[in-house]
């Protein structure tokens, strides 16, 4: 059993930057491939990055790629998504979460964190 409990959410205004985390409690994380979703209001969730369970792999979404970078520490047992350029349009409720398998989707998620909101004001 794995808890998932995300931070660092907040307001911020177009063009500026924010890091979400992500903590982890219960079994070893390095077993485990990481992952961020997220959900607009009115949305789908959506995959919006993803790092190995060594973390020498990632993939972002295409909407996301050279303005968010995701990173983990398996001795911190966290995980990481640092936010640039951030639009109008990244706000949403940022989930992390956890697979066995690589890479990650949604139906391979074996465990959910409650989410954090992200606000850019345009």
């Known amino acids: 059993q794995l808890q998932l409990v995300e931070s660092g959410g907040g307001l911020v205004q177009a063009g500026g930057s924010l890091r979400v985390s992500c903590a982890v409690s219960?079994?070893?994380?390095?077993?485990?491939?990481m992952g961020w979703f997220r959900q607009a209001p009115g949305k789908e969730r959506e995959f919006v990055a993803a790092i190995s369970h060594g973390g020498s792999n990632t993939n972002y979404a295409d909407s996301v790629k050279g303005r968010f970078t995701i990173s983990r520490n398996n001795v911190a047992k966290a995980v990481y998504l640092q936010m640039n350029s951030l639009k109008p349009e990244d706000t949403a409720v940022y989930y992390c979460?956890?697979?066995?398998?690589?890479?990650?989707?949604?139906?391979?998620?074996?465990?959910w964190g409650k989410g954090t909101l992200v606000t850019v004001s345009s």
């Open positions: 219960g079994r070893t994380l390095s077993t485990y491939s």
């Open positions: 979460a956890t697979s066995r398998v690589w890479p990650i989707n949604y139906v391979g998620v074996n465990y």
